[in-house]
């Protein structure tokens, strides 16, 4: 089984977008909600946006 690494894109209403790598869709969840919980936003404002093989470029 490999360990291949996608990266997770979320956005909440506001606009605030969380981008990282994860080994699967559960595991970006995980991390979706501590990132929201330190961020003190609720972790169901943030809808997934994107699975991708690399980060985004950021201009």
């Given at each position: ?58 201009a």
């Open positions: 089984m490999s360990n291949k690494k996608s990266y997770y894109a979320f956005e909440d209403p506001r606009g605030t977008t969380i981008e990282f790598q994860a080994t699967s869709l559960q595991q970006a969840m995980v991390i979706k909600k501590k990132r929201a919980q330190e961020m003190g936003i609720p972790k169901e404002a943030f809808e997934l946006t994107s699975i991708r093989k690399k980060p985004s470029q950021s």
